[in-house]
């Protein structure tokens, strides 16, 4: 049974590949984090190896020994590379090393299964040696070993590589489809689960874990709290917050951008109860305080906003002044109506 929410028509396309036996040896995998890439590639990992008696369509059965092993992350033929996955801690790039091990590895014939698979994390921190030795393994493929690369930013990766490889793009998902799953496969109540899936921005995967971790919904409650102080705070307030903001850029650049995609869906949700779609926000837990600020601002200024929070975010992706970036930010904030 493969375990992702249907996507596109990946799945279909892999069951008539297996189904036919026409498999390329490398696939590229992309789309954002968490959204269903590692669950693919494990399901496709149990497709090659499934030792259930059923036709190829049928696979995988996810209950068979060799399913279960691979779910579990104990079979011999199947093996995850990425940073996690390395000799070293706080290790930045996917090393030569590796890939090396990959290549020894894969020159030997499957111990248990039916194919290796070799599933590499992160495909986009492949430092430049491991990018041109892994090249050299895709242009001499062995006979049954799939390489699986997971990317969510394709754009990174050694152009070379990608030519070899059959891309497949893991595109987010609407809400409803991740809503509904949630309450067939995990069983909780419609309310959470719509929450959930509003907030996951299509991707399952962060869902799932925000269902397990229930720390994460509280920081987020927390950093929106923050936030809408900042909002109603005056320019010293608010520039303290751009200082503090550019000082944890220096140390975590995602925590930063995570902070302005929360800004960013706050006044999205605003221009939707403006606009007469309050049906369609993403904070549906804090649907009273988003319709009460909305009455305070009109659209051309929402507008406005949101487009200066895009444009902050492009800038520091591209290693602009953190600080400089962020204060201007805040010294855009619009006004409220009186």
Not at 97 to 102: A, G, H, K, T, V
Not at 142 to 164: D, F, G, M, W
Not at 199 to 220: F, H, K, Q, V, Y
Request: proline fraction near 5%; charged fraction near 20%; charge should be negative.
């Amino acid at each position: 049974m493969w375990q992702i929410i249907e996507n596109a028509g990946v799945v279909p396309l892999l069951k008539s590949s297996l189904q036919h036996g026409r498999l390329p040896n490398a696939y590229l995998l992309v789309g954002p984090a968490h959204v269903g890439k590692m669950t693919l590639a494990i399901n496709l990992a149990q497709a090659l190896n499934c030792t259930a008696a059923t036709t190829a369509a049928e696979k995988p059965c996810g209950e068979c020994p060799s399913c279960a092993k691979i779910a579990l992350g104990k079979h011999s033929d199947v093996q995850v590379a990425g940073l996690n996955s390395g000799k070293e801690s706080r290790v930045k790039e996917i090393s030569i090393e590796q890939i090396r091990d990959i290549q020894h590895s894969a020159a030997l014939p499957p111990f248990e299964g039916k194919y290796k698979v070799y599933i590499i994390d992160g495909a986009e921190q492949l430092s430049n040696e491991a990018s041109n030795c892994l090249l050299k393994t895709l242009e001499e493929p062995a006979e049954n070993v799939i390489y699986l690369l997971l990317t969510a930013s394709e754009q990174s990766i050694l152009p070379t590589v990608v030519s070899r490889c059959q891309r497949l793009e893991l595109k987010p998902l609407p809400p409803e489809a991740i809503e509904k799953d949630l309450v067939k496969k995990k069983n909780i109540e419609p309310v959470k689960a719509k929450l959930l899936s509003r907030l996951s921005r299509g991707c399952p995967g962060w869902a799932i874990t925000a269902l397990d971790d229930e720390a994460i919904l509280g920081e987020r409650s927390e950093r929106l709290e923050h936030i809408l102080e900042v909002m109603h705070s005056g320019f010293e307030g608010r520039f303290t917050y751009a200082s503090q903001l550019s000082m944890q850029f220096a140390q975590s650049r995602k925590t930063v951008i995570d902070e302005l995609t929360l800004w960013l869906d706050w006044w999205h949700d605003l221009l939707l109860i403006k606009t007469g779609s309050g049906e369609h926000i993403t904070g549906i837990d804090r649907e009273a305080d988003i319709t009460t600020m909305a009455e305070g601002y009109n659209i051309k200024q929402i507008r406005i906003f949101i487009s200066r929070i895009q444009e902050a975010t492009a800038q520091l992706q591209i290693n602009a002044n953190p600080r400089l970036v962020l204060e201007v930010l805040m010294l855009n904030i619009p006004g409220r109506n009186t």
